[in-house]
């Protein structure tokens, strides 16, 4: 199936601009999906999963491999250490020069991941909150560890009761986030959160969701996860453990991490560690799953097995979303 990319140059592209988004839950195919893309359409692949952003996990958080790096362009993979903090607002603005550069270049913009606020981000902005000092931020982080979760919850009830009761306890990123807001706003991030969004993309999408169905998504999660032993997964945790990093940053909590920290510091076997690491997973990719199916509408689902048919018809539709003039 031969195809001419079509390339924008010298052109306003905030009027011509388009994109491809392929969204799905974890251990969905959705990667390799994209790649197919990117490869047919002279694209860009830009990383949209909030864990594959660091870049002490190729393995655990599944971002794609070196010899995948080769194929094509990836985007946003690994860029940051584990010590650092990518919210939706910092991954927007990366994500947005990424794409405005691969227009610039000529090619597609292919956005994939599993985190829909960082998509939802891309296409329809954010609320405006304002920006936290880094003092404030670094007073509440230092709060939550010296309180832990249940004490930060309840001083955040007292700070800021409607956020307390959305977050649950164990929520520790949220709960910081909610807790910093509040003390260097005075307004609760709830009230923020109502504003309007602002900022989204001047794009037009093409929006993807791989669904497959429940038993077989939860069946690629644990054959994944075991896989990851053998690919070097527990060595990656244990350098991560190396660093002393604060438990509540991001990558401290990317699925997997707090299980097999669990066995490397010899509190569960690895065959336990697996097994709970698993269960995560599953969790996770039901959560995913509910996100999509609720907050999304996509121009395209996905929710059989991936076939040659199933590519000729998603090729055949991506290509007449790329040809039709923008009004």
Not at 167 to 192: I, K
């Amino acid at each position: 199936m031969a195809w001419c990319p079509i390339r924008w140059t010298g052109a306003d592209i905030s009027t011509i601009a388009k994109a491809v988004i392929v969204a799905g839950p974890t251990a969905s195919g959705k990667s390799a999906l994209a790649m197919r893309i990117a490869q047919l359409f002279d694209g860009d692949v830009i990383n949209a999963d909030s864990m594959q952003v660091y870049d002490t996990l190729r393995v655990l958080t599944a971002r794609p491999s070196v010899d995948d790096e080769r194929l094509v362009p990836h985007r946003l993979y690994g860029i940051l250490p584990p010590a650092e903090v990518c919210s939706a607002g910092r991954w927007r603005g990366l994500a947005a020069a990424a794409c405005e550069a691969a227009w610039e270049r000529g090619r597609l913009p292919v956005v994939v991941g599993g985190t829909g606020l960082y998509l939802r981000a891309l296409t329809k902005g954010l609320s405006p909150v304002p920006d936290v000092p880094e003092a404030v931020r670094q007073e509440a982080r230092d709060r939550f560890a010296q309180l832990g979760n249940a004490a930060f919850h309840h001083a955040l009830a007292e700070l800021d009761p409607l956020m307390a009761g959305r977050l649950h306890p164990g929520n520790s990123q949220r709960l910081v986030r909610a807790w910093e807001v509040m003390a260097a706003t005075g307004r609760s991030l709830a009230d923020w959160q109502a504003e309007p969004p602002a900022d989204g993309l001047p794009a037009r999408f093409f929006t993807i969701a791989v669904l497959p169905p429940r038993e077989r998504l939860y069946a690629q999660c644990d054959g994944r996860f075991s896989a990851m032993i053998s690919h070097g997964a527990l060595d990656e945790v244990r350098a991560l453990m190396a660093q002393n990093l604060a438990p509540e940053l991001p990558a401290m909590r990317a699925l997997g991490v707090a299980e097999l920290a669990a066995h490397l510091s010899g509190r569960v076997s690895l065959e336990g560690a697996v097994t709970a690491g698993q269960q995560a997973t599953r969790r996770y990719a039901k959560r995913q799953m509910t996100w999509f199916r609720h907050q999304i509408i996509p121009d395209q689902i996905m929710n059989t097995q991936f076939s040659e048919s199933f590519e000729e018809t998603i090729i055949s539709n991506i290509r007449q979303f790329l040809l039709t003039t923008t009004e």
